[in-house]
């Protein structure tokens, strides 16, 4: 699998993961979970949409597509109270993301050094069929990696949300539709797929 680090472009689909650096745990308590999805609302959803994530105690995957410059500005609008607003690069809101996560991190267990392994992956993703392959790949990741017998147990990752109707800023409507409705959403997920997408071992 070929890997790009070069810097997100504006409306594009990604592959974003990473690990914790040396293979450490990136999550060691459950309050962990919610803070780095906290952050993760802060810095990145006004800059990308978000289809579809796992996060898993040594690693993550998010699969996004980075706004446009213009749908950044309907995001947050074009002034704050301090003057106007400057277009955020993606890249740099994932780079931000990850300061502020391991600075937390590392006040709260006493560690010092770098926490994530740099710099964070990404890889285009450039195919309806990546996409949904993509998609049951990280809803299934905690199974896959042992943490649960069945993925729907794991609580954080976004495949309970295309389950719901409670308001979410994962783009359900928008995914449903590109597998043809829940049903075929749920099915999806239940296929072996011969081709593996894993692009590392985390243990």
Do not use: C
């Given at each position: 699998?070929?890997?790009?680090?070069?810097?997100?472009?504006?409306?594009?689909?990604?592959?974003?993961?990473?690990?914790?650096?040396?293979?450490?745990?990136?999550?060691?308590?459950?309050?962990?979970?919610?803070?780095?999805?906290?952050?993760?609302?802060?810095?990145?959803?006004?800059?990308?949409?978000?289809?579809?994530?796992?996060?898993?105690?040594?690693?993550?995957?998010?699969?996004?597509?980075?706004?446009?410059?213009?749908?950044?500005?309907?995001?947050?609008?074009?002034?704050?109270?301090?003057?106007?607003?400057?277009?955020?690069?993606?890249?740099?809101?994932?780079?931000?993301?990850?300061?502020?996560?391991?600075?937390?991190?590392?006040?709260?267990?006493?560690?010092?050094?770098?926490?994530?392994?740099?710099?964070?992956?990404?890889?285009?993703?450039?195919?309806?069929?990546?996409a949904q392959n993509l998609i049951t790949y990280i809803h299934r990741n905690a199974e896959t990696h042992g943490l649960v017998d069945d993925f729907r147990d794991w609580p954080w990752s976004s495949y309970e949300a295309y389950l719901s109707?409670?308001?979410?800023?994962?783009?359900?409507?928008?995914?449903?539709?590109?597998?043809?409705?829940?049903?075929?959403?749920?099915?999806?997920?239940?296929?072996?797929?011969?081709?593996?997408?894993?692009?590392?071992?985390?243990?």
């Amino acid at each position: 699998m070929i890997m790009s680090n070069k810097p997100l472009q504006f409306s594009r689909f990604y592959h974003i993961y990473n690990r914790g650096n040396n293979g450490e745990n990136l999550f060691v308590q459950q309050r962990n979970y919610p803070y780095f999805i906290n952050l993760y609302t802060k810095y990145i959803v006004p800059v990308a949409q978000t289809f579809a994530y796992s996060l898993l105690p040594n690693h993550f995957h998010f699969f996004i597509r980075t706004r446009s410059e213009e749908e950044q500005l309907e995001q947050i609008g074009p002034f704050s109270e301090n003057g106007p607003i400057s277009i955020t690069q993606p890249s740099r809101a994932f780079n931000n993301m990850f300061i502020a996560y391991a600075r937390a991190f590392n006040n709260a267990t006493g560690r010092t050094g770098a926490l994530f392994e740099r710099p964070f992956h990404r890889k285009p993703v450039e195919s309806n069929a990546h996409a949904q392959n993509l998609i049951t790949y990280i809803h299934r990741n905690a199974e896959t990696h042992g943490l649960v017998d069945d993925f729907r147990d794991w609580p954080w990752s976004s495949y309970e949300a295309y389950l719901s109707s409670a308001p979410t800023k994962i783009e359900r409507d928008e995914v449903l539709e590109w597998f043809g409705g829940v049903e075929q959403f749920v099915a999806a997920h239940k296929k072996i797929e011969t081709e593996s997408l894993v692009w590392f071992d985390p243990e």
